[in-house]
């Protein structure tokens, strides 16, 4: 096991998702919602809270009143973004992220997400559409650690990047203590060992190594299973009666992959994604939406970047990354320049063919 100590590094580990739409071409990561991930992880064998999505205050009710011995409940808007509990719903209500005690109370919560559009630092003043929640059990939580595998080109291959403080920005922690970082790089076919697992359960704090070794195993497991780029479990706790949970998570996978998961695809939620890169996808157009003012229509990946690049270097501003491939139909290339003309923040078009 090795002490991450480079923090540029593990931010961008961290980051893979956001900053790859921005940078590469195709879109290369399908996002799915809290209450899929657990699925998914119910499935494997990892643990996770007890609960389930709902879309009425109604139905919500009864997925709490399944739960008679929770101490607690968990309501939690369902968006593709961070920083739920601290954002705000145009309707005024605060926060993403709830809990409550009895559940009946449940039911004004989730009747105040459900339907209107949340607000955080991550979707700007857009925001997001909350079709729906995850209603649970709140677990009684007595250590937190961060638990990830991803993709790792210093070491060609997948990587455990953990730490034993979790339930926290983990960029931060590997700023101010990156003693606390560790990464397990293994081996994609085989995946790790149990003495990497277990060696790794220890330095993270575990009180039941074999079951904390069990649980990150599985999660390396669905990892590889179902071709995903990241798997962050945040936290990874460990309650009160020392089981070990996933508390929280959030999962990509490659798109590219999705053809051999028809399962995962279908988890797919498209008002979660960029309405313009929505349309581009039904026609197999390489798309990414950006926030200039200058639409460029090009055949070629490299180009495409190119004509970025000089958009930029004359002091303009992409409005998009559009490459229609060298072997575009009619058909493709009129969606195109439909998608273009239908961005109200496209001014002009650069068509470089």
């Known amino acids: 096991?090795?002490?991450?100590?480079?923090?540029?590094?593990?931010?961008?580990?961290?980051?893979?998702?956001?900053?790859?739409?921005?940078?590469?071409?195709?879109?290369?990561?399908?996002?799915?919602?809290?209450?899929?991930?657990?699925?998914?992880?119910?499935?494997?064998?990892?643990?996770?809270?007890?609960?389930?999505?709902?879309?009425?205050?109604?139905?919500?009710?009864?997925?709490?009143?399944?739960i008679p011995d929770a101490h607690e409940y968990v309501v939690k808007a369902?968006?593709?973004?961070?920083?739920?509990?601290?954002?705000?719903f145009?309707?005024?209500?605060?926060?993403?992220?709830?809990?409550?005690?009895?559940?009946?109370?449940?039911?004004?919560?989730?009747?105040?997400?459900?339907?209107?559009?949340?607000?955080?630092?991550?979707?700007g003043d857009a925001g997001a559409p909350v079709a729906k929640v995850f209603v649970g059990e709140a677990v009684p939580i007595a250590e937190e650690k961060y638990f990830a595998v991803l993709l790792d080109r210093k070491h060609n291959g997948?990587?455990?990047?953990?730490?034993?403080?979790?339930?926290?920005?983990?960029?931060?922690?590997a700023e101010e203590d990156p003693d606390a970082?560790?990464?397990?790089?293994?081996?994609?076919?085989?995946?790790?060992?149990?003495?990497?697992?277990?060696?790794?359960?220890?330095?993270?704090?575990?009180?039941?190594v074999k079951m904390a070794a069990d649980q990150m195993g599985r999660l390396c497991d669905l990892f590889t299973k179902y071709d995903s780029t990241m798997v962050e479990i945040n936290p990874l706790a460990q309650l009160t009666d020392g089981r070990v949970l996933a508390a929280d998570s959030?999962?990509?996978?490659?798109?590219?992959?999705?053809?051999?998961?028809?399962?995962?695809?279908?988890?797919?939620?498209?008002?979660?994604?960029?309405?313009?890169?929505?349309?581009?996808?039904?026609h197999d157009l390489n798309y990414i939406g950006l926030d200039g003012n200058i639409g460029c229509l090009v055949n070629g990946a490299g180009l495409a970047m190119a004509t970025m690049d000089i958009c930029k270097l004359?002091?303009?501003?992409p409005a998009n990354f559009l490459d229609v491939g060298g072997s575009a139909t009619e058909a493709q290339v009129t969606e195109a320049f439909k998608i273009l003309q239908d961005d109200p923040n496209v001014k002009a078009m650069l068509v470089n063919i």
């Open 1 to 66: 096991i090795e002490e991450h100590t480079n923090f540029a590094m593990l931010s961008r580990l961290a980051k893979t998702a956001s900053r790859t739409q921005a940078t590469q071409v195709p879109k290369r990561f399908l996002n799915i919602h809290e209450y899929q991930c657990k699925e998914l992880l119910r499935k494997v064998g990892v643990a996770t809270q007890r609960g389930d999505q709902a879309v009425s205050g109604a139905e919500a009710v009864s997925i709490a009143q399944e």
């Open 78 to 88: 369902q968006v593709h973004t961070g920083g739920r509990g601290k954002g705000t």
């Open 90 to 123: 145009k309707n005024g209500f605060k926060g993403g992220v709830h809990f409550c005690e009895k559940p009946e109370q449940v039911a004004p919560l989730v009747e105040s997400m459900v339907g209107q559009t949340l607000v955080t630092k991550q979707t």
């Open 158 to 173: 997948p990587i455990i990047v953990a730490s034993p403080k979790g339930g926290m920005d983990i960029e931060a922690v």
């Open 181 to 208: 970082i560790f990464t397990v790089p293994f081996n994609i076919d085989n995946g790790p060992t149990s003495q990497q697992l277990e060696e790794l359960a220890v330095k993270l704090g575990f009180s039941d």
């Open 250 to 282: 959030k999962i990509l996978f490659d798109d590219n992959a999705l053809f051999r998961h028809p399962d995962i695809a279908a988890y797919r939620d498209p008002s979660q994604e960029d309405s313009r890169e929505v349309a581009a996808s039904e």
């Open 314 to 317: 004359y002091g303009g501003e």
